[in-house]
């Protein structure tokens, strides 16, 4: 992969947030993920010397199939306090080969509704 694909996702403020994203090979099968370490952060400025805001939590239940699963906790997004930041996702091969394979802006809105 030369180029990152870009998904801009957008985190409701207060709530929990979750993305799935399936990795494929050139011919369109399942990334088999087996062995790799995957990160995701979200950051103020588009460049890592940016300050971090929050680790994004990522699980791989079955690396396999090329399922990567980003999440935050609704405290986590609660405690964001910007309106507009930016993320990547970086694969790192069992070699230590490492490459983003997605970026993207993200918007935070705000919540209406409180839970009680």
């Given at each position: ?35 790799w370490t995957v990160l995701s952060q979200l ?74």
């Amino acid at each position: 992969m030369e180029t990152p694909a870009t998904y801009d996702i957008v985190i409701r403020k207060g709530n929990d947030f979750s993305e799935v994203f399936e990795f494929q090979n050139d011919d369109s099968t399942p990334m088999n993920l087996t062995g790799w370490t995957v990160l995701s952060q979200l950051r103020k400025e588009k460049k890592r010397e940016s300050e971090l805001i929050v680790d994004f939590t990522i699980d791989i239940p079955d690396p396999s199939n090329g399922k990567v699963y980003q999440t935050l906790t609704d405290a986590q997004t609660d405690a964001i306090a910007i309106d507009i930041a930016y993320y990547d996702i970086l694969l790192i091969s069992p070699s230590g080969f490492d490459e983003t394979y997605v970026e993207g802006t993200v918007t935070i809105n705000p919540s209406v509704t409180k839970k009680e």
